[in-house]
């Protein structure tokens, strides 16, 4: 296909040339795109430094329209979530700050920004993290099961912080409906639904009953 050249997940030394080589006669205004979706298929295949360097380019050198930037945010702070949490927090609070109708993205990084607070199992951390799962409902965005489940598990958390033993348990049996949910559309019948391990649906069980 025309399209394989910034799809493609290969970063050989003779792909990067040609990458490089197509970018140049691209229009200017596509290359923010370009760089952003040939680093989704670079991390997808595993190659996460390559694709954290095309989308660092895109911010640096301030490429394309808000909605790529903010897109591009968003990956930032997903790719360093579980090996450099205060790293990610910062692009989360970038994106926020920098593009707060969170256009391009997945309207769904107030969860994030609020799962990672709430990991650092800090006590002082749970205000914010309530705050931001109410801006998110405030917004009115995305109602998949699978990002209402991410929701509920972050209230459980604050809850049993704070000690809420009720609302441990409100929460709790929300998300395992949520759980138990069929597909959101039958010609993707993955798009939306819940992906839980068998750890976290034995935890909601327990806290539910």
């Known amino acids: 296909m025309a399209d394989d050249w910034f799809r493609s997940p290969d970063w050989s030394p ?10 140049r006669r691209s229009r200017d205004w596509n290359h ?7 680093g989704l298929a670079l991390r997808e295949a595993g190659l996460l430094h390559a694709a954290r360097s095309l989308w660092e380019r895109i911010i640096e050198q301030d490429l394309g329209y808000d909605f790529e930037k903010a897109g591009t945010l968003e990956h930032l702070g997903d790719s360093y979530r579980d090996t450099e949490p205060e790293r990610a927090t910062q692009y989360y609070r970038r994106l926020l700050a920098e593009h707060p109708t969170l256009s391009g993205t997945t309207a769904t990084v107030e969860i994030a920004l609020a799962e990672v607070e709430m990991a650092k199992g ?3 951390d749970t205000d914010e993290a309530l705050a931001l799962l109410n801006s998110f409902l405030e917004r009115g965005r995305s109602q998949f099961p699978s990002v209402l489940f991410r929701w509920h598990l972050v209230l459980i958390d604050i809850a049993q912080a704070t000690g809420e033993a009720q609302t441990v ?8 409906d949520l759980a138990a949910r069929g597909p959101v559309f039958s010609r993707h019948r993955d798009v939306g639904v ?3 391990d068998r750890q976290t649906m034995r935890r909601l069980r327990r806290l539910a009953t």
């Open 122 to 124: 800090r006590r002082a």
């Open 169 to 176: 348990q409100r929460a709790a049996r929300v998300a395992l």
């Open 14 to 23: 003779t792909a990067q040339a040609d990458f490089e080589a197509r970018l």
């Open 32 to 38: 923010a795109q370009y760089l952003r979706i040939k």
């Open 194 to 196: 819940v992906h839980a």
